[in-house]
C-alpha cells in the first residue's frame, strides 16, 4: 500500500496499481527473461522492484542453480531503472522474493547461502548511491512465497532467525537489526512457532505502524495456524485454524489477511481494536 492509499501489486510480467475504483498497468510486459518477483514502496511513493534477469546472469539455462537478481526502479513514464552495482560487494545470490524500504528510504535485499534452500547469509543496502553489505544474524532464513525481512516505522529492521529449520515447520524466531549488531527473540521471549504452512514453509512477516509484528502461525498437526501477533512481549493468536495466504497491513493498523482452511480462503480484517470480519 502506498503513501496515498493505493494498492500496487505485480500481476505476472507487469505492476499494476488499483485507486479504489480501477486497475491501471504502470509497466510494459517484461517478458520471460526478466520475472517480476517482489515490490515495496519508499516513503515519498517511489516504487521498487526485484527481479530475476536470466538473460542477463544465466547464459546456461539448464544451471537451476544460477540466478540474477536486479533492483529496478519505477519511472513516471512506466520504464523500469535497473540499479547497478550489488555484485561488485557481494558475490553469492541474491534473492529475489523479497524487498524493503525502511522510512529514510534505504532499500533491503537478501543476500542467499544458495537459492534452492532457505538459509540467508546476509542483507544488502543500498542508500541512493552505494551498496553496503550487513552480516545476517544466526539461523537467518528466508522461505519463498513471504516475507521474512520488514522494517517498521521508526526504522527497526525484524528478519526470521529461527531456532532451527524442520522441513515445512515453523520453528519460532526473531531478530531485530540493532546497528551494528542483532538482538535475538526465541521462546524464552514470548515467540511462538510461526512460519510453517502445509508442504511449502512460508514465512509472512509484517511489521504493523505501531511496530508490533503480525506473522503466520506454525502449522499444528493436519491444519494450520492462523496469524499471530507479538509486541516484544506477549503472543496473541487469530484464526487458528486457518491457513494464511497472504498478509498485509494498511495505515491505520488494521490488517488485511487471505486465508482459510479446505482450500476455502476469505479476504479477512483484524482491525486495532483486535476484531475479526469477513469482508
Known amino acids: 500500500v502506498g503513501p496515498d492509499g493505493s494498492l500496487w501489486a505485480i500481476a505476472l510480467d507487469h505492476v ?10 504502470r509497466t510494459g510486459p517484461t517478458g520471460n527473461d526478466l520475472r517480476l518477483g517482489s515490490l515495496a514502496i ?16 544465466c547464459p546456461d539455462i539448464d544451471f537451476a542453480d544460477c540466478i540474477g537478481t536486479d533492483l529496478m526502479r519505477l519511472e513516471d513514464d512506466g520504464s523500469l531503472t535497473t540499479i547497478e552495482g550489488w555484485a561488485d560487494v557481494y558475490e553469492g545470490d541474491v ?48 522461505h519463498p512465497f513471504g516475507n521474512s525481512l520488514d522494517i517498521g516505522p521508526d526504522g527497526t529492521l525484524w528478519v526470521n532467525a529461527s531456532n532451527g529449520y524442520s ?6 524466531g526473531l531478530a531485530r537489526f540493532d546497528d551494528p549488531g542483532w538482538t535475538t527473540f526465541s521462546e524464552a521471549d514470548g515467540v511462538q512457532d510461526w512460519g510453517g504452512q502445509g508442504f ?14 503480525w506473522m503466520n502461525g506454525a502449522r499444528d498437526g493436519n491444519g494450520c495456524g492462523g496469524v499471530g501477533h507479538y509486541d ?30 479446505d482450500d476455502r480462503v476469505q479476504t479477512y480484517v483484524i482491525r486495532p481494536e483486535a476484531s475479526v470480519t469477513t469482508e
Open 16 to 25: 499494476q496499481s488499483f485507486d479504489g475504483h480501477t486497475w491501471t498497468k
Open 42 to 57: 519508499g516513503p515519498d511513493g517511489t516504487v521498487w522492484v526485484a527481479a530475476t534477469d536470466r538473460d542477463k546472469y
Open 95 to 142: 534473492a529475489s522474493d523479497e524487498l524493503a524500504v525502511s522510512p529514510d528510504g534505504d532499500v533491503w535485499l537478501i543476500g542467499m547461502v544458495r537459492w534452492d534452500g532457505p538459509e540467508a547469509e546476509a542483507l544488502l543496502r543500498f542508500d541512493g548511491s552505494e551498496w553496503e553489505i550487513i552480516p545476517g544474524p544466526e539461523m537467518f532464513l528466508n
Open 167 to 172: 522441513g515445512a515447520q515453523g520453528v519460532g
Open 200 to 213: 511449502i514453509a512460508t514465512d509472512l512477516l509484517k511489521v504493523a505502524p505501531d511496530g508490533s509484528l
Open 232 to 261: 516484544g512481549t506477549t503472543w496473541t493468536s487469530y484464526l487458528r485454524d486457518s491457513c494464511v495466504h497472504d498478509l498485509s497491513i494498511a495505515p491505520d493498523g488494521s490488517v488485511w489477511l487471505r486465508a482459510g482452511a
